[in-house]
């Protein structure tokens, strides 16, 4: 699901008034169950770093 939601804004370009500006998305996901909120977010924004130091515009979850 979040791949798709991924493509399908790097395929619809953002049209401005005089220019067209090319969007990319990287997103930090975490599917398991945890009552500890804190190592979820910490769990998710591990991954979203992980996206951006692997070359951006991509979903990284806990099954990489």
Request: hydrophobic share 35%; net charge negative.
């Amino acid at each position: 699901m979040f791949e798709q939601l991924r493509q399908s804004v790097v395929d619809n370009p953002l049209q401005l008034p005089g220019c067209t500006v090319q969007l990319a998305v990287s997103t930090g996901l975490v599917t398991q169950i945890s009552d500890n909120l804190e190592d979820l977010i910490r769990l998710s924004d591990d991954r979203l770093y992980t996206a951006k130091e692997t070359g951006r515009n991509r979903v990284i979850s806990q099954n990489m």
